[in-house]
T-cell receptor
Framework: GENVEQHPSTLSVQEGDSAVIKCTYSDSASNYFPWYKQELGKGPQLIIDIRSNVGEKKDQRIAVTLNKTAKHFSLHITETQPEDSAVYFCAANQAAGNKLTFGGGTRVLVKP | DTGVSQNPRHKITKRGQNVTFRCDPISEHNRLYWYRQTLGQGPEFLTYFQNEAQLEKSRLLSDRFSAERPKGSFSTLEIQRTEQGDSAMYLC?????????????????FGPGTRLTVL
């Protein structure tokens, strides 16, 4: 089955700096890669996603890049703000049923 | 609120008791997923439904677990004879049947979860 590795597990940045989180996946059949933000006591909230036919996608301060050959994808947050502090999860789908396999999460702390 | 809702939000039970959780997906979403999340980990897939049909179950779903979606709308997850290892956040997600310019049928929208504590 699919295996998703996520790094780093924790990330501390100064407000205004950029944050980058990287994930690798194992199943070459995966074609959908979402990123979720989870705040304490809440369910994961989708922040951006990318399909395998696209190499990069951007939404305001958030961007995701995908390298299908190397089987890795990354989340980039620019101009970080204190409200970006949360746990971020990457995920990859399995084509049959579209169930998601999640990475272990990255705890991001944005220091004011 | 038109998001995924889950009830109860918190459940504390004693070992050996049965518990049942409910998930109400976003209206007209035909796929419904259950995941389990333990502290400090990412969610792990348990099972999913397309309409009322349960199409896949993870090996994590032991015989003590059962899920239903009788009318293709809300779903229930029951755990019988709970064990301390069942303590976790149980998350429900749903996906739309029809894609729009803004929404993909791959997109899974999560509810707030039910936190289960087994004493």
């Amino acid at each position: 089955g699919e295996n998703v590795e996520q790094h780093p597990s924790t990330l501390s940045v100064q407000e205004g700096d950029s944050a980058v989180i990287k994930c690798t996946y194992s199943d070459s059949a995966s074609n959908y890669f979402p990123w979720y933000k989870q705040e304490l006591g809440k369910g994961p909230q989708l922040i951006i996603d990318i399909r395998s036919n696209v190499g990069e996608k951007k939404d305001q301060r958030i961007a995701v890049t995908l390298n299908k050959t190397a089987k890795h994808f990354s989340l980039h947050i620019t101009e970080t703000q204190p409200e970006d502090s949360a746990v971020y999860f990457c995920a990859a789908n399995q084509a049959a049923g579209n169930k998601l396999t999640f990475g272990g999460g990255t705890r991001v702390l944005v220091k004011p | 609120d038109t998001g995924v809702s889950q009830n109860p939000r918190h459940k504390i039970t004693k070992r050996g008791q049965n518990v049942t959780f409910r998930c109400d997906p976003i209206s007209e979403h035909n796929r419904l997923y259950w995941y389990r999340q333990t502290l400090g980990q990412g969610p792990e897939f348990l099972t999913y439904f397309q309409n009322e049909a349960q199409l896949e179950k993870s090996r994590l779903l032991s015989d003590r677990f059962s899920a239903e979606r009788p009318k293709g709308s809300f779903s229930t997850l029951e755990i019988q004879r709970t064990e301390q290892g069942d303590s976790a956040m149980y998350l429900c997600a749903s996906s739309p049947k029809v894609a729009t310019p803004q929404l993909s049928t791959d997109t899974q929208y999560f509810g707030p979860g039910t936190r289960l504590t087994v004493l």
